[in-house]
């Protein structure tokens, strides 16, 4: 990073921003790509350069858009959200077409439902994967209605890992992709969002009004470069020590953990109502840190600073905490 080729990203001449957006818009098999500074910023910007106030996007009930942006789609793109339940975090494809509402022919009466937004690992559905399949059908669904479609993506190649499909086939349908370079690639910071020519044009233009126009982003950039070249492959051992922690936890009476949603890098866990805190601030005094999802919920992910040993200690910490 401290020696990374750099320019001035806002006047588009960082090089090293430069390789990284064209690498990964390579790697999804679209033409462009836009380096920006978070997920919830790719994921705003993919939706306000695909919608116009009024219109509305339909996406599963629990998905980061609508629980963890801030109301962002409707503070900065003025649209509504269609919610739409999943198992699993995991939508499927007759849910979303019923979901999807048209202005045209309801006397004005419902907004515009424009765009799709999958969420490719599911992370409130406990980090678990769409199939193929399903992903197809429901690109397939936005396209017969008139919908773009967006990928979430920001787990998106610990969905490829671990249903070994190339994340350019998983996108295959899709009109755009929000990738997390800071997730389990490991960068400390930024996202990308790849699409086409024409939707990256336009969301340059709205990353800029959004204030996430960056200078000499080519330090930061030279990270997610890194993250593709070593980080990729090895995310299969964030998912061994996950299912290893979860299978562990699911057998202590005080827990539970649904071992079909372990399917990547995260382990959800239930508790007794109203211990969800006290189990947390007990872990953290062991030196393993979780978040509470709820008063009975509790998720821990791993990643690549995670060792086997730390498995072993966060087990340990585990049976401590009943």
């Given at each position: 990073?401290?020696?990374?080729?750099?320019?001035?990203?806002?006047?588009?001449?960082?090089?090293?921003v430069?390789?990284?957006?064209?690498?990964?818009?390579?790697?999804?098999?679209?033409?462009?790509?836009?380096?920006?500074?978070?997920?919830?910023?790719?994921?705003?910007?993919?939706?306000?350069?695909?919608?116009?106030?009024g219109d509305?996007?339909?996406?599963?009930?629990?998905?980061?858009?609508?629980?963890?942006e801030?109301?962002?789609?409707?503070?900065?793109?003025?649209v509504?959200?269609?919610?739409?339940?999943?198992?699993?975090?995991?939508?499927?494809?007759?849910?979303?077409?019923?979901?999807?509402?048209?202005?045209?022919?309801?006397?004005?009466?419902?907004?515009?439902?424009?765009?799709?937004?999958?969420?490719?690992?599911?992370?409130?559905g406990?980090?678990t994967?769409?199939?193929?399949?399903?992903?197809?059908?429901?690109?397939?669904?936005?396209?017969d209605?008139?919908c773009?479609?967006?990928?979430?993506?920001?787990?998106?190649?610990?969905?490829?890992i671990?249903?070994?499909?190339?994340?350019?086939?998983?996108?295959?349908?899709?009109?755009?992709?929000?990738?997390?370079?800071?997730?389990?690639?490991?960068?400390p910071?930024?996202?990308?969002?790849v699409?086409?020519?024409?939707?990256?044009?336009?969301?340059?233009?709205?990353?800029?009004?959004?204030?996430?126009?960056?200078?000499?982003?080519?330090?930061?950039?030279?990270?997610?470069?890194?993250?593709?070249?070593?980080?990729i492959?090895?995310?299969?051992?964030?998912?061994?020590?996950?299912?290893?922690l979860a299978?562990?936890?699911?057998?202590?009476?005080?827990f539970?953990?649904?071992?079909?949603?372990?399917?990547?890098?995260?382990?959800?866990?239930?508790?007794?109502?109203?211990?969800?805190d006290?189990?947390?601030t007990?872990?953290?005094?062991?030196?393993?840190?979780?978040?509470?999802?709820?008063?009975?919920?509790?998720?821990?992910?791993?990643?690549?600073?995670?060792?086997?040993?730390?498995?072993?200690?966060?087990?340990?910490?585990?049976?401590?905490?009943?």
């Amino acid at each position: 990073m401290a020696t990374a080729p750099v320019g001035d990203d806002v006047l588009g001449d960082d090089p090293t921003v430069i390789e990284l957006q064209e690498r990964l818009a390579r790697m999804l098999g679209k033409e462009s790509a836009l380096f920006v500074s978070s997920g919830t910023m790719s994921n705003a910007t993919a939706i306000r350069a695909q919608t116009e106030p009024g219109d509305e996007i339909i996406t599963e009930s629990h998905s980061h858009i609508y629980i963890y942006e801030g109301g962002g789609f409707a503070a900065l793109s003025g649209v509504s959200v269609a919610l739409v339940t999943g198992e699993r975090g995991i939508m499927i494809p007759d849910d979303v077409s019923r979901a999807i509402r048209k202005g045209d022919g309801s006397l004005g009466h419902f907004p515009n439902g424009s765009m799709v937004c999958v969420e490719n690992t599911s992370n409130r559905g406990g980090g678990t994967c769409y199939p193929l399949g399903t992903m197809d059908a429901i690109a397939k669904v936005a396209r017969d209605n008139d919908c773009t479609s967006h990928i979430d993506g920001a787990r998106l190649f610990n969905a490829s890992i671990a249903t070994g499909e190339d994340v350019s086939r998983i996108a295959r349908g899709y009109d755009s992709i929000s990738i997390c370079l800071s997730k389990g690639l490991g960068a400390p910071v930024g996202s990308v969002l790849v699409g086409s020519q024409e939707m990256i044009s336009r969301a340059h233009r709205w990353r800029k009004m959004f204030g996430g126009g960056m200078r000499q982003a080519g330090i930061i950039a030279s990270a997610g470069n890194y993250a593709l070249d070593n980080n990729i492959a090895r995310l299969s051992e964030d998912h061994t020590r996950a299912r290893r922690l979860a299978e562990a936890i699911e057998q202590m009476p005080t827990f539970s953990v649904d071992l079909q949603q372990v399917q990547t890098n995260m382990v959800y866990i239930g508790c007794k109502q109203g211990q969800a805190d006290d189990i947390v601030t007990r872990l953290s005094k062991q030196g393993v840190d979780a978040l509470t999802i709820d008063d009975s919920s509790i998720r821990v992910v791993t990643h690549l600073h995670i060792t086997d040993e730390d498995i072993d200690r966060a087990i340990n910490a585990f049976e401590k905490a009943q």
